[in-house]
C-alpha cells in the first residue's frame, strides 16, 4: 500500500473530485490510480493531452522542458500533469471524463528479466517475470524507470494479458537513447526493473465487429502486435513497415503464434531500399501499400496504427483526410 501524503482536488465543469496522491505519485498517475478519466496519452511529457491550469498548491516538475507544454502555457499557469508532482494537497481544473477510467488501473510492480533476443540489428525482445497476473488491455504501456535515466520510458507490451505473469516488450535501441540502450542492451537476464502500468487509451476494442486493420512501422510493431494477437481468430489485415529488409521481424512473430490462420493477411513494405540489396517487395511508406491495397475499402476496418510520429501524421492524413474514416474507429499512440 503506498502511502498517501497529500490530496489533489480536481475541478472539472461544475464538479469537484479529490483524490489521494502519494509521495511518489505525479498528478495524472494518481487521478488514474484512483480510477478518474484523467485527458492524456504518452505518459511521458511528450504529448500535451495531459495540460491542466493549476489553481493552487507546490508542486515539482519532472522535466521543466517536456514538449508537451509551451513556455507561452506555463506562464499562464497550465502544467503536465504527467511531469507534475504535488507537494501539498493542490487544486487544478481540466476537464475529465464522464465515466470511471475504464482500462485496468496502474500500479507500481517489480519484473525480472528472464529473456532477451535481438529480433533485428537495433530492436530486442524482451520477457519479463512479474508478481501475479499480468494485466492490461492488449495496445496498453508500461512506463519503466530505469537507473541512471532522467525520467520515465514508454514501451508497448507485445504479448496479451496473462495470469503468469509474463511482460512482454520489442525495444528499438536509439542511438544515444538512455533508456532505450539501459533496457534494450543493459539489464542482464535476471535483474530487475521497476515498472508503474498499465498506461495507454489506444487499445483493443472487442466489442466493434469491423475486421481489424493493424498498421505499425519500426518499434510500433509491440502494441499492434499484442493487439493482432488477441484478436487473432478474426479477419485481420496486418501492415508493417521498415526502412530496409533487415528491419522486417514481424512476420514469424505473427505465424509462431497459435491462434493465427487463414483469417491473417500479411502485408510488409520497406522505405530505404540499398542499392547492393536484393529485394522484390514492396516499396514505399507503409500507408501507401495500405492505400494501394485497400483504397477507399479503409472505411470497413477498426484501425489500430504504432509508430513515429511522422508514419501516423501520413497515415492519419490517407484515413481522415483523404478516406474521412470515422476518427473513432482509429486508435494511435504516437512514440515520443
Ligand atoms: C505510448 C508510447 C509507447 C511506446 N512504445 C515503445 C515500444 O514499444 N518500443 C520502443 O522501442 N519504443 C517505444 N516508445 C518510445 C520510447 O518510449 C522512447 O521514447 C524511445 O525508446 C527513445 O528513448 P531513449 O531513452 O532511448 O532516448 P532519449 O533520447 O534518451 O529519450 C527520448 C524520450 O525520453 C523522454 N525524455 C528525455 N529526457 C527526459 C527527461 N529529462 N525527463 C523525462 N523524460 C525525458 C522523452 O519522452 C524523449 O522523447 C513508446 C513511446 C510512447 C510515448
Ligand atoms: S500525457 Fe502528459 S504530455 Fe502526454
Redesign the pocket.
Known sequence: MLETTSTITIQSGDGEIVVPCAPSDTVLRAALRAGVAFPYE?????CGSCRAEWLEGETHT??ESAPGLSAREKSRRRVLACQTRPLSNCRLKVRVGSNPYSAPRPRRRLLTLLERRMLTSDMAELIFQGEGPAEFEPGQ?ALFDLPG???S????MSNTPNREGHWH????I?P??????ALGRGLGSGEQAWIDAPF?LAHFQPSSARDLLCIAGG?GL??VLSIARAAATRPIAFYFGGRTPSDLCARPMLQSHPGFGESLRYREAISSPQPNEEWRGEVGFIHELVEKDLGERVSDFEIYMAGPPPMLQAALELLVGKYSVPIQQIHY????
Open positions: 504518452c505518459g511521458v511529457g511528450g519532472l522535466w504501456y535515466v532522467d525520467g520510458r514508454a514501451y508497448s516488450f520489442i525495444v528499438r536509439t544515444q537513447g538512455a533508456g532505450s540502450a495507454g518499434s509491440a502494441p499512440d504516437r512514440f515520443f
